[in-house]
Protein backbone atom coordinates (compact mmCIF):
# COMPACT_ATOMS: atom_id res chain seq x y z
CA UNK A 1 0.00 0.00 0.00
CA UNK A 2 1.06 3.39 -0.94
CA UNK A 3 2.10 6.01 2.16
CA UNK A 4 0.79 8.77 0.21
CA UNK A 5 -2.88 9.00 -1.05
CA UNK A 6 -4.91 10.74 -3.47
CA UNK A 7 -8.21 11.27 -4.08
CA UNK A 8 -10.14 11.16 -6.12
CA UNK A 9 -9.26 7.66 -8.12
CA UNK A 10 -11.37 9.34 -10.97
CA UNK A 11 -12.13 12.11 -12.27
CA UNK A 12 -14.87 13.24 -14.82
CA UNK A 13 -15.35 17.21 -15.41
CA UNK A 14 -16.60 19.66 -17.75
CA UNK A 15 -14.81 22.89 -19.16
CA UNK A 16 -17.01 25.12 -16.54
CA UNK A 17 -16.23 22.95 -13.06
CA UNK A 18 -14.78 23.83 -10.86
CA UNK A 19 -12.87 20.34 -8.45
CA UNK A 20 -9.82 19.52 -6.20
CA UNK A 21 -7.99 16.59 -6.13
CA UNK A 22 -6.33 16.08 -2.97
CA UNK A 23 -3.29 14.44 -1.28
CA UNK A 24 -1.79 13.16 2.06
CA UNK A 25 0.91 11.62 3.40
CA UNK A 26 1.73 10.81 7.56
CA UNK A 27 5.38 10.04 6.77
CA UNK A 28 6.70 13.51 8.46
CA UNK A 29 8.03 14.25 4.62
CA UNK A 30 8.72 18.30 4.05
CA UNK A 31 8.20 18.27 0.43
CA UNK A 32 5.67 17.85 -1.74
CA UNK A 33 4.85 17.71 -5.36
CA UNK A 34 2.54 17.32 -8.25
CA UNK A 35 3.19 16.07 -11.69
CA UNK A 36 1.01 15.38 -14.71
CA UNK A 37 1.74 12.65 -16.68
CA UNK A 38 0.13 12.08 -20.53
CA UNK A 39 -0.33 8.34 -21.48
CA UNK A 40 2.88 6.65 -22.64
CA UNK A 41 5.07 10.07 -21.44
CA UNK A 42 6.83 10.55 -18.64
CA UNK A 43 5.84 12.67 -15.57
CA UNK A 44 6.11 16.31 -15.87
CA UNK A 45 6.82 18.31 -12.71
CA UNK A 46 3.77 20.86 -11.96
CA UNK A 47 4.57 22.38 -8.17
CA UNK A 48 6.69 22.05 -5.71
CA UNK A 49 6.33 23.17 -2.00
CA UNK A 50 8.79 22.90 0.39
CA UNK A 51 8.44 23.62 3.88
CA UNK A 52 5.03 24.54 2.97
CA UNK A 53 5.90 27.46 0.44
CA UNK A 54 5.80 26.96 -3.16
CA UNK A 55 8.83 26.98 -4.06
CA UNK A 56 8.62 26.03 -8.02
CA UNK A 57 5.57 26.61 -10.74
CA UNK A 58 6.36 25.42 -13.84
CA UNK A 59 4.94 27.59 -15.90
CA UNK A 60 1.49 26.00 -15.27
CA UNK A 61 -1.87 27.84 -16.35
CA UNK A 62 -3.94 29.63 -13.91
CA UNK A 63 -6.16 26.81 -14.19
CA UNK A 64 -4.75 24.95 -11.68
CA UNK A 65 -4.05 26.25 -8.14
CA UNK A 66 -2.05 24.44 -5.98
CA UNK A 67 -2.37 25.04 -1.98
CA UNK A 68 -0.74 23.42 1.09
CA UNK A 69 -2.65 23.90 3.66
CA UNK A 70 -0.11 22.16 6.55
CA UNK A 71 2.74 19.85 6.12
CA UNK A 72 0.51 16.46 5.04
CA UNK A 73 -2.09 17.79 2.88
CA UNK A 74 -1.75 19.31 -1.15
CA UNK A 75 -4.55 20.03 -3.14
CA UNK A 76 -4.99 21.01 -6.51
CA UNK A 77 -7.16 22.85 -7.31
CA UNK A 78 -9.05 23.27 -10.97
CA UNK A 79 -11.06 25.59 -13.00
CA UNK A 80 -12.10 25.89 -16.19
CA UNK A 81 -9.82 23.00 -17.45
CA UNK A 82 -9.22 22.16 -21.16
CA UNK A 83 -9.90 18.83 -22.98
CA UNK A 84 -6.22 18.60 -23.49
CA UNK A 85 -5.49 18.63 -19.28
CA UNK A 86 -6.90 14.90 -19.26
CA UNK A 87 -4.43 13.11 -17.41
CA UNK A 88 -2.79 11.20 -14.57
CA UNK A 89 -2.04 13.70 -12.19
CA UNK A 90 0.44 12.05 -9.40
CA UNK A 91 1.30 13.96 -6.18
CA UNK A 92 4.45 12.61 -4.05
CA UNK A 93 6.31 13.35 -0.93
CA UNK A 94 10.04 13.86 -0.30
CA UNK A 95 12.44 13.87 3.41
CA UNK A 96 13.39 16.91 2.19
CA UNK A 97 14.20 18.36 -1.66
CA UNK A 98 18.12 17.43 -1.59
CA UNK A 99 20.32 14.85 -1.88
CA UNK A 100 19.14 11.07 -1.87
CA UNK A 101 15.93 12.10 -1.16
CA UNK A 102 13.71 9.69 -3.11
CA UNK A 103 10.26 10.93 -4.01
CA UNK A 104 7.20 8.72 -2.92
CA UNK A 105 3.90 8.89 -5.13
CA UNK A 106 0.28 8.37 -4.47
CA UNK A 107 -1.66 6.30 -7.10
CA UNK A 108 -2.72 9.26 -8.98
CA UNK A 109 -5.96 10.45 -10.04
CA UNK A 110 -6.92 10.07 -13.74
CA UNK A 111 -8.76 13.02 -14.54
CA UNK A 112 -10.66 13.33 -17.85
CA UNK A 113 -11.87 16.42 -18.93
CA UNK A 114 -15.29 16.82 -21.48
CA UNK B 1 18.38 19.23 -24.69
CA UNK B 2 17.41 16.07 -23.08
CA UNK B 3 18.98 15.49 -19.64
CA UNK B 4 17.73 12.18 -19.29
CA UNK B 5 17.92 10.08 -22.36
CA UNK B 6 16.39 6.75 -22.09
CA UNK B 7 17.36 5.12 -25.65
CA UNK B 8 14.93 2.05 -25.34
CA UNK B 9 11.30 2.38 -25.71
CA UNK B 10 10.58 -1.00 -25.18
CA UNK B 11 12.62 -4.58 -24.19
CA UNK B 12 11.60 -8.13 -23.86
CA UNK B 13 13.11 -10.57 -21.37
CA UNK B 14 12.66 -14.70 -20.40
CA UNK B 15 11.10 -15.11 -17.11
CA UNK B 16 14.20 -15.55 -14.70
CA UNK B 17 17.01 -14.12 -16.72
CA UNK B 18 18.68 -10.92 -16.32
CA UNK B 19 18.06 -7.65 -18.22
CA UNK B 20 19.73 -4.12 -18.61
CA UNK B 21 17.55 -0.39 -19.11
CA UNK B 22 19.84 2.10 -20.40
CA UNK B 23 20.26 5.51 -19.03
CA UNK B 24 22.22 8.16 -20.13
CA UNK B 25 22.57 11.84 -18.35
CA UNK B 26 23.56 15.10 -19.26
CA UNK B 27 25.12 17.23 -16.55
CA UNK B 28 27.60 20.07 -15.59
CA UNK B 29 27.31 19.21 -12.08
CA UNK B 30 29.55 17.61 -9.96
CA UNK B 31 26.70 16.71 -7.48
CA UNK B 32 23.64 14.93 -8.29
CA UNK B 33 21.78 11.93 -7.74
CA UNK B 34 20.13 9.29 -9.98
CA UNK B 35 17.09 7.42 -9.33
CA UNK B 36 15.02 4.50 -10.75
CA UNK B 37 11.39 4.24 -10.71
CA UNK B 38 9.11 1.53 -11.32
CA UNK B 39 5.72 2.19 -12.92
CA UNK B 40 2.78 -0.82 -13.22
CA UNK B 41 -0.23 -0.26 -15.45
CA UNK B 42 -2.10 0.57 -12.29
CA UNK B 43 0.26 4.10 -12.49
CA UNK B 44 1.74 4.56 -9.63
CA UNK B 45 5.14 5.02 -9.25
CA UNK B 46 7.65 2.80 -7.32
CA UNK B 47 10.64 4.19 -6.10
CA UNK B 48 13.93 1.33 -6.80
CA UNK B 49 16.61 2.33 -6.63
CA UNK B 50 19.20 5.65 -6.00
CA UNK B 51 22.93 6.83 -7.37
CA UNK B 52 24.48 9.48 -5.56
CA UNK B 53 27.22 11.24 -7.68
CA UNK B 54 30.09 11.08 -5.04
CA UNK B 55 29.46 6.93 -4.23
CA UNK B 56 32.29 5.14 -5.19
CA UNK B 57 30.46 2.01 -4.80
CA UNK B 58 27.14 0.69 -7.37
CA UNK B 59 23.74 1.00 -5.62
CA UNK B 60 21.98 -2.61 -5.03
CA UNK B 61 18.31 -3.18 -3.59
CA UNK B 62 17.65 -6.79 -3.86
CA UNK B 63 17.25 -7.78 -7.70
CA UNK B 64 17.63 -4.19 -8.88
CA UNK B 65 21.36 -3.00 -8.98
CA UNK B 66 22.83 -0.01 -11.08
CA UNK B 67 25.34 -0.33 -12.90
CA UNK B 68 27.18 3.44 -12.63
CA UNK B 69 29.89 4.93 -15.32
CA UNK B 70 30.62 8.09 -14.40
CA UNK B 71 33.23 8.90 -16.74
CA UNK B 72 30.22 7.99 -19.46
CA UNK B 73 27.38 9.24 -17.52
CA UNK B 74 25.19 6.20 -17.55
CA UNK B 75 23.10 4.63 -15.09
CA UNK B 76 21.75 1.36 -15.98
CA UNK B 77 19.62 -0.30 -14.19
CA UNK B 78 19.79 -4.11 -13.83
CA UNK B 79 17.22 -6.62 -13.01
CA UNK B 80 18.13 -10.00 -12.09
CA UNK B 81 15.99 -13.32 -12.18
CA UNK B 82 13.04 -11.29 -13.81
CA UNK B 83 9.92 -12.27 -13.05
CA UNK B 84 6.31 -11.62 -14.50
CA UNK B 85 5.47 -9.05 -12.15
CA UNK B 86 8.40 -6.89 -13.18
CA UNK B 87 6.66 -6.02 -16.52
CA UNK B 88 5.75 -2.16 -16.61
CA UNK B 89 7.60 1.19 -17.21
CA UNK B 90 10.79 1.95 -16.23
CA UNK B 91 11.83 5.64 -15.56
CA UNK B 92 15.49 6.86 -15.02
CA UNK B 93 15.34 10.41 -13.37
CA UNK B 94 18.03 12.86 -12.40
CA UNK B 95 18.27 15.58 -9.64
CA UNK B 96 20.80 17.85 -9.65
CA UNK B 97 22.80 19.91 -7.14
CA UNK B 98 21.68 23.33 -7.98
CA UNK B 99 18.24 22.87 -8.37
CA UNK B 100 17.32 20.34 -5.92
CA UNK B 101 13.34 20.69 -6.09
CA UNK B 102 13.45 19.18 -9.13
CA UNK B 103 13.67 15.35 -10.25
CA UNK B 104 13.67 15.08 -14.18
CA UNK B 105 12.23 11.78 -15.80
CA UNK B 106 13.48 9.94 -18.91
CA UNK B 107 11.02 9.25 -21.64
CA UNK B 108 10.99 5.40 -19.73
CA UNK B 109 11.50 2.18 -21.10
CA UNK B 110 8.52 -0.73 -21.37
CA UNK B 111 9.94 -4.15 -19.52
CA UNK B 112 7.68 -7.05 -20.63
CA UNK B 113 8.80 -10.27 -19.21
CA UNK B 114 7.51 -13.52 -21.26
CA UNK B 115 7.12 -17.31 -19.78
Given amino acids: ?114 | AQKITQTQPGMFVQEKEAVTLDCTYDTSDQSYGLFWYKQPSSGEMIFLIYQGSYDEQNATEGRYSLNFQKARKSANLVISASQLGDSAMYFCAMREAYNTDKLIFGTGTRLQVFP
Fill in chain 1, 1 to 114: DTEVTQTPKHLVMGMTNKKSLKCEQHMGHRAMYWYKQKAKKPPELMFVYSYEKLSINESVPSRFSPECPNSSLLNLHLHALQPEDSALYLCASSQTTGGGSPLHFGNGTRLTVT
